[in-house]
């Protein structure tokens, strides 16, 4: 069986990953270990999202976005989350500090692990 990912088209974001004898239809091989959900497929691997910081600070809704300010206001580490994704020239997905900060959100109630996924693409 090999790997597939299923791309959305016109994006190349991958919609799903499936295992197949026969290619499906939107289909690359997925054998490289970046395939993920979210991904995009540049041609030759796959690259995590990115965004702006405005961008990725719109994703949050408006609820989400006000309750981390609250929180920043107490918690050092929501506090620098939030300073370092306002003064980014790009937020990518799979970044160290991204993943942790948005870990940290999660731990600290701020959204769901389920959000967290949305967010970050996966």
Same mark, same amino acid.
């Given at each position: 069986?090999?790997?597939?990912?299923?791309?959305?088209?016109?994006?190349?974001?991958?919609?799903? /990953?499936?295992?197949?004898?026969?290619?499906?239809?939107?289909?690359?091989?997925?054998?490289?270990?970046?395939? @993920?959900?979210?991904? /995009?497929?540049?041609?030759?691997?796959?690259?995590?999202?990115?965004?702006?910081?405005?961008?990725?600070?719109?994703?949050?809704?408006?609820?989400?976005?006000?309750? /981390?300010?609250?929180?920043?206001?107490? =918690?050092?580490?929501?506090?620098?989350?939030?300073?370092?994704?306002?003064?980014?020239?790009?937020?990518?997905? =799979?970044?160290? /500090?991204?993943?942790?900060?948005?870990?940290a959100l999660v731990t600290?109630?701020?959204?769901?692990?389920? @959000? @967290?996924?949305?967010?970050?693409?996966?």
């Amino acid at each position: 069986m090999t790997k597939w990912a299923i791309l959305e088209q016109g994006t190349n974001k991958v919609l799903s /990953i499936v295992s197949s004898d026969t290619r499906p239809a939107n289909g690359v091989q997925g054998q490289d270990p970046s395939c @993920r959900v979210g991904y /995009i497929w540049n041609g030759w691997t796959f690259d995590a999202p990115k965004w702006t910081s405005l961008e990725f600070l719109m994703k949050f809704t408006k609820q989400e976005r006000a309750l /981390i300010r609250a929180k920043a206001k107490q =918690d050092d580490d929501i506090a620098d989350l939030e300073m370092l994704l306002t003064a980014a020239q790009e937020v990518v997905a =799979d970044h160290p /500090i991204v993943v942790e900060g948005m870990d940290a959100l999660v731990t600290k109630g701020v959204i769901t692990l389920a @959000r @967290r996924n949305e967010l970050l693409g996966a």
